[in-house]
């Protein structure tokens, strides 16, 4: 009877599809809700708890686009800090919205042939690489636990970048979110310094190094030592470079640049994060690379600023160790570079774990070079097939190092092909668009993706880290909303 008036009533077609699958899947998920009750399994209840709220929020691809942003970007970094108990059952929350937005965005694409006409390729292109880890993966089946906490891993925030391309969002709810990402930038200063001022000289004594990462504002720290402070530090240096670029078209004063960029750039000075003085620099290169022709005495002017910049965090990272800056140049090349293990518990450092998996993979098993082992397969944590064959090594230590065991070359090739699709649509809309704000825009994240694409080769953040895989895929879904835009508006103006 309910079908029946659903079916007759004037509602449109992506509205009645959702409403469909709600009342068929209700008595199922009744059932199943009343099971993960009786469990008493904080986890599994949690889980229930967030398949509601994405049930009801169905409708609301808004909402939900809100919650995951304030929730995964404020709350589930800070929670370890506090509330260790419950910072694990928040993230599987964020991650559950997130799946339900990919969800929305999927069904929305598939009843509006119109929603994909203007996709940009490299949203084809992600899609590709996510169709491509589940059939490998399926087709090398290990166990469900690998492929699952694997599958969550890498797509968990995924569903922003779909929603961003498919779901149509009035222009002022991106500027609300473009105004709470310099937020989320701002307060990173005051939550830095609460955990330089509280958490670091509890810690110092007995975990060096991993004192001073605990400074990593809201992206994520434990209360026993170590953190996302590199995370935080690219997440700030990207935000830079939208301010930066935004100068450049006369959309920011000068006076308001001269406010924001000491408090965006303050928390790097407080942590410990060496490769700031990589980042730093390769953001500027990149976003002012057309002023070397141009406008040369101002690019070298600025090029000049940022050197000293540079040079002022690198001084004030080697000056908070004891040792001579010559032993710790030479021991921060030998566990980056050369033969040194990575920590204390890894043999493999960012250079080798690379050159490591081409030894064992290229001759040896050449199936696995071009197709990897499966989704999850050297996550160390979760103890993967791979990684316990490998179990000192650290072979997942890096993303790039991840993506090649567990997808092989072919899909290290496809994810950047992400990047390079990518770039080459900010490129187009910086040439063509009449916007100053829109061109200001792509040029800043091209710069955000050469500062991505060596991050993979740094960190396997990109992976797993709920906080910084929302900036990348919030990044990469705005372009694509800034594509869909452009062209909308040139066919109206036609």
Not at 213 to 221: E, L
Not at 326 to 347: A, F, H, W
Request: proline share 3%; hydrophobic share 55%.
């Amino acid at each position: 009877m309910l079908i029946k008036q659903l079916h007759s009533s004037n509602l449109g077609n992506s509205q009645k599809i959702f409403l469909y699958i709600i009342v068929l899947a209700s008595v199922p998920m009744a059932i199943m809700f009343g099971l993960f009750a009786v469990t008493a399994n904080p986890i599994i209840i949690s889980v229930a708890v967030a398949l509601i709220v994405g049930t009801i929020l169905l409708a609301k691809p808004v909402w939900i686009l809100w919650l995951v942003l304030s929730l995964g970007l404020l709350v589930v970094g800070v929670l370890p800090l506090h509330l260790d108990f419950i910072a694990s059952k928040a993230a599987w929350g964020v991650s559950l919205l997130g799946f339900f937005l990919m969800f929305i965005a999927f069904v929305g694409s598939a009843t509006s042939s119109s929603k994909l006409k203007d996709t940009p390729m490299f949203v084809w292109i992600a899609l590709g690489f996510l169709v491509y880890a589940i059939l490998n993966s399926l087709i090398q089946w290990h166990s469900p636990g690998e492929f699952m906490g694997g599958f969550k891993r890498y797509f968990q925030m995924w569903g922003l970048l779909f929603a961003l391309c498919w779901i149509t969002f009035e222009e002022r709810d991106i500027d609300r979110w473009r105004s709470f990402f310099l937020f989320t930038a701002l307060i990173q200063l005051p939550f830095a310094l609460y955990e330089l001022i509280v958490f670091v000289p509890q810690l110092k004594g007995s975990w060096g190094v991993g004192a001073v990462d605990v400074v990593a504002g809201t992206f994520g720290a434990q209360a026993d030592g170590g953190g996302a402070s590199g995370e935080m530090a690219l997440f700030l240096i990207i935000v830079l470079a939208f301010l930066l670029a935004r100068r450049m078209e006369r959309i920011v004063s000068g006076n308001h640049l001269l406010i924001l960029i000491p408090v965006v750039l303050a928390p790097l000075f407080l942590g410990e994060t060496k490769v700031v003085v990589v980042l730093l620099p390769l953001m500027f290169l990149v976003l002012y690379r057309h002023k070397v022709l141009t406008q040369l005495h101002y690019w070298l002017m600025g090029f000049f600023v940022i050197v000293l910049l540079t040079m002022a965090v690198g001084y004030y990272y080697l000056s908070l160790s004891d040792k001579p800056i010559d032993q710790q140049i030479e021991e921060t090349l030998s566990y980056n570079i050369y033969g040194q293990g990575y920590g204390k518990e890894r043999q493999l450092n960012r250079t080798t774990v690379i050159t490591f998996w081409a030894e064992q993979q290229g001759a040896h098993e050449p199936i696995s070079f071009i197709f990897g082992n499966g989704i999850g397969s050297s996550h160390s944590a979760t103890r993967g097939h791979m990684a316990k064959r490998y179990p000192t090594h650290g072979i997942d230590l890096t993303a790039a190092s991840t993506i090649l065991w567990e997808m092989g070359l072919l899909g290290f090739c496809l994810f950047m092909a992400i990047f390079a699709s990518a770039w080459r649509c900010a490129g187009r809309l910086r040439k063509e668009s009449a916007i100053a704000a829109v061109r200001a825009d792509a040029i800043a994240i091209q710069a955000a993706l050469v500062l991505f694409a060596f991050h993979i080769f740094y960190r396997s953040a990109i992976l797993e880290l709920i906080s910084i895989q929302i900036v990348f895929a919030a990044l990469l879904g705005y372009l694509a909303w800034l594509h869909r835009n452009h062209f909308l508006k040139n066919d109206k103006g036609a």
